[in-house]
């Protein structure tokens, strides 16, 4: 078995930034890997084209973080099994989750193709782009086991403290995912169907590169073909950890969906803006996004080690860090979106737009280096009903109602709306540090106790 560096041991600092450089390269590659499809058809195709495939990868990214939250439960359980030393049950643990996540992955394919039409109408995807999202939609739904695959790959990867193949596996996926745009799109002029097609290809030749992968690589836990079975304990725990964070992306999620339900009421060039904006904060909050993952395997094995006390020190160390990029980020979004919208589209009316809604993002570049470290941190110690709770509360509570009332103002703009985000991170931190000081409090209590 090969031995994976230590989280639990010796320095914390530079552990913790070499796990997140890759992580961070990681989801620079799947933030491209979901950004081609719309560079291409920006330059490629029409707003309608553009709107199309905005709205269709905006549905397929709440797909993809709901696996992402389920397969958290899957870092952290086998982190902290890891943690522990208890390398058998790692090794059951990554076979039951295989068995569950394999099942799901028919379930949603099947789903996601035949409501595809729905989520369109519930999206309000503009008249003229509406057959265009709902070919988008189907094509790539059908690619939903290859989506799942590689979440789940990269969920186990990063339990163990290995965060360098997930980046072999995406930057297979993002390599072709451009290759196959520039030859269906560029070269065959198929449009969304194209970009769509590509995006599929690349996933499933990823995956398969990536499987031939893992068979050469030794793992630091006991793996049986024998482990690979509907363990109900193992999964019921899974399940327990990852459900409260899916369900919270899921949330999150939809509360970003009825926003751009919000803004495709405006007309297809208010669309095409947010389309692209949003696709650049796939971009602009890659650093905190980072920690997050870090945070979780880091936090998930010191508390399978009991060593709490240095993952709070990490916590504060990835806040710091994370918050010296967070302000250059604010600057560029702030004040310099229009030439960011320029990398996607020509249009001058789509970069006035998306330039007005990253406006208000730039705020929230800064208040997410708190959110996303406090999130990685709770779910690393297994408060994953918590993050749930915060995360109701931010999309719920105060992303929908404010960004709903923005549009009703007469005047209504895109900064207006795109400033109900920060409103909700700002509630958010402040639920996170009053459950930091609880759960200070009661360690201490029981300390004492």
């Not at 402040?430 to 200070?440: A, D, K, N």
């Amino acid at each position: 078995m090969k031995k994976e560096p230590s989280f639990t041991e010796g320095k914390i600092l530079m552990p913790l930034l070499r796990f997140a450089l890759p992580v961070l390269l990681a989801l620079f590659l799947q933030a491209m890997y979901g950004a081609v499809d719309l560079l291409i058809i920006g330059q490629f195709g029409t707003a309608r084209d553009v709107s199309a495939v905005s709205t269709g990868s905006q549905m397929m990214h709440t797909l993809t973080s709901i696996i992402a939250g389920l397969s958290m439960g899957t870092t952290v359980l086998l982190g902290q099994r890891i943690g522990q030393k208890r390398l058998e049950e790692a090794g059951k643990t990554v076979g039951a989750s295989i068995c569950m996540f394999a099942v799901l992955g028919i379930v949603v394919t099947i789903v996601m193709i035949a409501a595809a039409p729905s989520f369109a109408v519930v999206m309000q995807a503009p008249e003229e782009a509406f057959d265009l999202t709902v070919l988008y939609v189907k094509i790539c739904s059908a690619g939903s086991l290859f989506i799942i695959a590689y979440n789940v790959l990269g969920s186990i990867f990063r339990g163990i403290g290995n965060s360098k193949l997930p980046l072999i596996t995406v930057a297979i996926a993002c390599v072709f995912n451009v290759i196959g745009d520039l030859i269906f799109v560029a070269v065959f002029h198929i449009g969304v169907a194209g970009a769509a097609l590509a995006t599929i290809l690349a996933q499933a030749f990823s995956v398969v590169l990536s499987l031939f992968i893992i068979r050469k690589t030794e793992l630091p836990f006991s793996f049986h073909r024998t482990y690979i079975r509907f363990d109900r304990a193992i999964i019921g725990r899974t399940l327990a950890l990852g459900f409260p964070i899916a369900l919270q992306d899921l949330l999150v999620n939809i509360s970003f969906l009825v926003i751009i339900s919000i803004v495709n009421s405006l007309g297809v060039i208010a669309s095409a803006g947010v389309g692209v904006a949003e696709k650049l904060c796939g971009f602009i909050m890659l650093v905190p996004s980072a920690y997050m993952q870090s945070m979780s395997a880091f936090t998930a094995q010191n508390i399978g080690a009991a060593k709490p006390k240095r993952a709070r020190k990490a916590l504060f160390y990835s806040i710091l860090s994370s918050l010296c990029i967070g302000v250059l980020m604010a600057w560029l979004s702030f004040f310099h979106g229009d030439w960011l919208a320029g990398i996607f589209t020509k249009d001058p009316e789509i970069i006035l737009a998306s330039a007005d809604y990253l406006k208000a993002y730039s705020i929230d570049c800064i208040l997410v280096s708190f959110l996303f470290c406090f999130v990685g941190y709770f779910n690393g110690c297994g408060n994953t009903t918590f993050v749930m709770l915060q995360g109701i509360i931010g999309a719920f509570g105060v992303r929908i109602p404010v960004s709903y009332c923005m549009s009703r103002i007469s005047g209504v703009s895109l900064f207006r709306i795109g400033l109900a985000t920060p409103c909700s991170t700002v509630v958010q931190i402040l639920l996170c540090l009053g459950f930091y000081g609880y759960c200070r409090k009661s360690a201490a209590a029981r300390q004492i106790s």
